[in-house]
Nanobody, 117 residues
Framework: QVQLVESGGGLVQAGGSLRLSCAAS????????MGWFRQAPGKEREFVAR????????SYADSVKGRFTISRSYAANTVYLQMNNLKPEDTAVYYC??????????WGQGTQVTVSS
């Protein structure tokens, strides 16, 4: 069974950058598509980015397109989310998940990102 642990969150000023990591243990995620989601206070969890198993295809929410980049390391069994030009509206708890059989699952515990104006 896959366990996912997110890290790299923190407090940053608007315009700054953070890189989130999603480290997998218990099993390899190298054959899975992976996704990042976020949930702001009082709001529903929303899709942020997805990468397919081979890294040949990525997709992003319109709100982060051009600012965020999803990538993965097969050697490290880890997925990353590089976030640049952060905005206060990016403040949320960020989660990673596997994407198997059309569904997202194996959710991590999340990492808090706070962007101050």
């Amino acid at each position: 069974q896959v366990q996912l642990v997110e890290s790299g969150g923190g407090l940053v000023q608007a315009g700054g950058s953070l890189r989130l990591s999603c480290a997998a243990s218990g099993a390899t995620i190298n054959n899975y598509a992976m996704g990042w989601f976020r949930q702001a206070p009082g709001k529903e969890r929303e899709f942020v980015a997805r990468i397919n198993w081979s890294s040949s295809s990525t997709s992003y929410a319109d709100s982060v397109k051009g600012r965020f980049t999803i990538s993965r390391s097969y050697a490290a069994n880890t997925v990353y989310l590089q976030m640049n030009n952060l905005k206060p509206e990016d403040t949320a708890v960020y989660y990673c998940a596997t994407n198997r059989a059309g569904a997202f699952g194996d959710w991590g515990q999340g990492t808090q990102v706070t962007v101050s104006s």
